[in-house]
């Protein structure tokens, strides 16, 4: 991604729909005229528009698995060490037995998968943001409820102020805002 038009506040271009079908065409629209940083926001799942916007497989899986190899890891490594680093010798219980180390191992394991889930998932998308652009729109509000939005970053390599505004208004949005950057507040 590249950094906004020198000199220039502005956040992006937010365009307001009245039904999911006409954002998932206004995605598919923008998608086709070489638009490739843009977001869009729906007060509900809507299907098809996760294929609209190219969303592709995340990297959370991935830390899920990764962090839950490396916590049962940790608990059979921590168990195996402690027993042959402090030996007990009790009725002939020989020193391995690995039967009694599942138990500590599957819950470090699962504990560890669901932390990184949790912290790896709140990373990627750079939670938590108590302040974002888009909350300054008013209009941006009736997301929570019956209205759709399509944001075009002022950051996309196709972006032109006027230019963009031009291409959303092709695509009969209710209205067309600016968005700019602002200040977080204290």
Do not use: C
């Amino acid at each position: 991604m590249r950094e906004p038009h020198p000199g220039s506040d502005l956040f992006g271009l937010l365009a307001e729909f009245d039904r999911p079908e006409r954002l998932v065409e206004a995605v598919k629209r923008a998608r086709k005229a070489g638009f490739t940083v843009i977001e869009a926001y729906s007060p509900y799942p809507v299907e098809e528009l996760t294929e609209a916007l190219g969303f592709k497989e995340n990297i959370v899986p991935w830390l899920t698995l990764a962090g839950g190899i490396f916590g049962a890891a940790l608990a059979y490594g921590l168990q195996l060490y402690t027993n042959y680093a402090y030996p007990i010798e009790i009725g002939g219980r020989p020193l391995y037995a690995w039967q009694s180390f599942m138990l500590i191992t599957f819950e470090l394991m699962v504990l560890f998968a669901v932390l990184s889930a949790i912290f790896g998932m709140l990373l990627l998308n750079r939670l938590p943001r108590l302040h974002h652009p888009l909350f300054d729109i008013e209009a941006f509000q009736l997301a929570r409820s019956d209205k759709f939005f399509l944001v075009i970053m002022s950051n996309d390599e196709r972006f032109h102020p006027k230019r963009t505004r031009t291409f959303l208004d092709k695509l009969n949005p209710v209205r067309v805002d600016a968005v700019e950057h602002t200040e977080q507040p204290e």
